[in-house]
């Protein structure tokens, strides 16, 4: 019984931006999980790559190719897809962008678009597939949002305010959807083992040793430990969880840090 609860055979999931690093990783948990994988990026070439990676995983995935800010073409998309694989079940908003600008030296433009995509993008794909989850009576959404929606940090004012947004995006969501017996519920990432990271992962590097000095856990996540987490808001283990950001962040937001003094 407890296993069944987070079976997800059956079940169709859409993993927008699901094409490397934890969208990657998610969407794998997912997959392995027993879902059928939808993946989804704005570039083919990109796609394609990622759908190779998956294969290479023993996972087949389903690729789509578009805008996430693009009402258009998401409505389209949408409908393609529930056409062509079937209803989603499980949408994950996970495609995004940051931009490290000082705020006095960040074009209005630049702030603008990082809050389209990565506020203004979950929006509009959630509410076409929000629409078709009604009609069926539920679904589970899954907005990923950062520890930024909690903290500010320097040179990501646009990130922040983006991820600060959609963290009141996602309650608010849960507010309107949860009678229709969908659960809207964020994940915040901390600090993980990506390609992106690696340059500053090494022994000596100052930013290295502060996180791992900063999180409780004293490491770096790894992108797999986000896996438990995605496949617990798409289950029905939980049907009575709404509104909730998951932090999976090796308790960071649990503490206000050590003392220099302290080891």
Not at 32 to 49: C, D, F, H, R
Not at 61 to 79: L, M, N, P, Q, R
Not at 92 to 117: H, S
Request: glycine letters at 12%; proline letters at 3%; one cysteine or more.
């Amino acid at each position: 019984m407890s296993i069944n609860l987070f079976d997800l055979t059956g079940k169709v999931a859409l993993v927008t931006g699901g094409v490397h690093g934890l969208g990657m990783a998610m969407a794998k948990g997912l997959g392995n999980a027993g879902a059928t994988l939808v993946i989804n990026n704005n570039t083919s070439e990109t796609l394609e790559k990622a759908l190779e990676a998956y294969k290479a995983d023993d996972l087949h995935a389903h690729g789509y190719v578009f805008d996430v800010t693009d009402d258009a073409a998401v409505e389209e998309a949408i409908t393609k897809i529930e056409a062509e694989v079937g209803p989603i079940d499980i949408l994950v908003n996970n495609a995004g962008i940051i931009k490290r600008t000082p705020i006095v030296e960040m074009e209005t433009k630049d702030f603008e678009l990082v809050v389209k995509v990565d506020l203004v993008g979950p929006f509009i794909v959630s509410k076409y597939v929000a629409k078709s989850m009604i009609k069926r009576g539920g679904g589970k959404i899954i907005n990923i949002c950062s520890m930024m929606s909690e903290l500010g940090r320097d040179s990501v004012s646009a990130y922040a305010a983006a991820k600060g947004g959609l963290k009141m995006l996602t309650r608010s969501m849960a507010t309107e959807w949860a009678k229709y017996n969908i659960q809207t519920n964020g994940i915040g990432p901390g600090y993980f083992a990506t390609s992106q990271t690696a340059p500053i992962r090494v022994d000596g590097h100052p930013f290295n040793e502060f996180i791992i000095g900063r999180t409780p856990a004293a490491r770096w996540g790894n992108p797999e430990d986000l896996q438990g987490a995605a496949i617990f808001l798409s289950s029905k283990a939980s049907d009575f969880v709404n509104g909730h950001v998951v932090y999976v962040d090796g308790g960071i937001l649990a503490t206000i840090g050590k003392p220099s003094n302290e080891n």
